[in-house]
Every structure is written in structure tokens, then in C-alpha cells.
């Protein structure tokens, strides 16, 4: 068990565009995927909340992500194969920014092609808070962050401030 530190907004290796696995089932791999897990089950009972992270995230340049939303998943080169025209608006967050809230818009529905780290390849359709999780993280390994997806930059808050404005607003959509 290895519970890694998270990498924070500023760090460079956040922005990298990360490498594709080439060799399956290595023991470094299956130890990074480890490490990821241990570190988002860590980092949820620490934080209250998470449901996916990137190696990039760990300082690992490799694309692989671990998500744990109805069962624990990893995926090795992940790429968005389909995505649907019709967008969702959601608040999102990061564990790379975790006091932050960033209102933005996905895709509704996807399709993701992966590989699990023993090489076997799979894919996999998601709707809704499984598709918007996937292309939250399958944006890590390529570099790019959530607030970068901000409908404008007003909608970049304190996830603090967030919650006491809806509560004044008795959770009206903001
Ligand atoms: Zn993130």
C-alpha cells in the first residue's frame, strides 16, 4: 500500500500531454495502478469526496486512470472513441484543486476505448456522471484541466462559497 501525494494546479507535470503504456502487465505497472487506488480511496476518506485520478496526478507521465464510482476500474491508454452532441452543465472538481468549484459543460455520453493493465482491450459506454468522470480524467492525460473548461472564468469559485449561495438560494440552479 502507497498512498502518494497529489500533485497541485501548478505543478508543470498537470500540463503534460503523458505517454502511452506500450508493456502490459509489468510489475511498474501494476504498482502504479495500486498506488492510484490507494491514493483515491486515501484521498476520498480524507476529502469527502473523488471518484477518479490520473497517474499524471501522482507525477507519473504514464495515461492511465483509476476510477471508482460503481466498482473500482482501471484503464490504460483510454481515448474517447464517440461523444454525443448533446452537452451537460455541471459544477466540477479536482483533486488537484480540491477547494474549487468550476462550472462547465461534457459531453452526455461517450464511448472509451481502453486497455486494462493486463493488455486486454475493452471499451465502454457511459451516460451521465460515468461519462462526465471519464472525460474528466481521460483530459488529465492529455493536459488538460477542468478549469480550462470553465464556461468563463466567473464560473471558477470556492466550493465553500458554492455551497452557502445555495443555501441562500435555496439550491436554485446558479
Ligand atoms: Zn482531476
Not at 502487465?25 to 480511496?41: F, G, I, K, W
Request: glycine share 6%; aromatic share 6%.
Amino acid at each position: 500500500m502507497s498512498v502518494r501525494p497529489v500533485l497541485l494546479l501548478g505543478n508543470p507535470l498537470l500540463r503534460a500531454v503523458c505517454v502511452r503504456v506500450r508493456q502490459y502487465n509489468t510489475p511498474e505497472l501494476l504498482a502504479l495502478v495500486r498506488d492510484m487506488a490507494d491514493t483515491l480511496h486515501d484521498f476520498r476518506r480524507r476529502n469527502g469526496f473523488g471518484r477518479g485520478i490520473a497517474a499524471s496526478q501522482i507525477g507519473d507521465r504514464r495515461r492511465v486512470v483509476f476510477i471508482d464510482i460503481d466498482g473500482p476500474l482501471a484503464m490504460v491508454n483510454p481515448e474517447i472513441i464517440r461523444s454525443s452532441r448533446q452537452m451537460m452543465t455541471l459544477w466540477d472538481d479536482c483533486f488537484s484543486f480540491p477547494d474549487l468549484a468550476v462550472k462547465l459543460k461534457r459531453h452526455l455520453s461517450v464511448e472509451v476505448r481502453y486497455r486494462d493493465p493486463e493488455g486486454k482491450e475493452h471499451s465502454l459506454k457511459a451516460r451521465g456522471a460515468l461519462s462526465e468522470l471519464l472525460q474528466h480524467e481521460i483530459d488529465h492525460v492529455n493536459g488538460t484541466l477542468a478549469l480550462d473548461r470553465a464556461v468563463d472564468s466567473r464560473h471558477i469559485v470556492y466550493k465553500s462559497e458554492l455551497e452557502r449561495l445555495k443555501l441562500v438560494a435555496g439550491r436554485k440552479e446558479m
